[in-house]
């Protein structure tokens, strides 16, 4: 079956980070839970781990709203990523109610940025937005009617 996921990469707060999603929409982390990278079988042909290193996150999933996977995985300078935090994404959500746009947008803004107050629109939908406190852009537009 085919399907859209948003993969996020962090320096070093994956872990961190997911938990918060956990906290807001609920599920637990898909597959074996949080993959590791000192799960990753060795290579003579690659640079050894620091003990720290074989702590991030290799890979986490995560199911919200019943429809979309979060994925993420630690990008750290160390092992010779360059992660550069952009603006060009975000995470558009699209719940059913008002009350359920109101908590998430809540949750996810706290400690981070309201780019939008939750407001009714000329398109005639309740739109709002914020970057949370890793960074990520979330955008909410919830057709449901006052």
């Not at 320096?11 to 597959?31: C, D, I, L, P, Q």
């Not at 996977?69 to 935090?85: E, H, I, N, V, Y």
């Amino acid at each position: 079956m085919a399907s859209v996921s948003t993969y996020l990469n962090f320096e070093r707060e994956t872990e961190a980070a997911f938990n918060f999603y956990k906290s807001v929409f609920g599920g637990e982390f898909s597959g074996e839970g949080i993959m590791r990278m000192g799960d990753i079988p060795s290579d003579p042909e690659m640079p050894q781990l620091t003990e720290a290193d074989k702590q991030l996150v290799m890979h986490v999933e995560l199911r919200i709203m019943d429809c979309h996977s979060l994925m993420g995985t630690d990008a750290p300078k160390s092992m010779g990523f360059d992660l550069q935090q952009g603006n060009n994404v975000y995470i558009n959500l699209q719940p059913d109610t008002r009350k359920e746009t109101q908590r998430l947008f809540k949750e996810l803004s706290t400690n981070g940025k309201v780019t939008m107050e939750l407001q009714d629109m000329f398109w005639g939908d309740y739109f709002g937005s914020c970057i949370d406190k890793f960074g990520v852009q979330w955008m909410f537009n919830c057709a449901e009617k006052a």
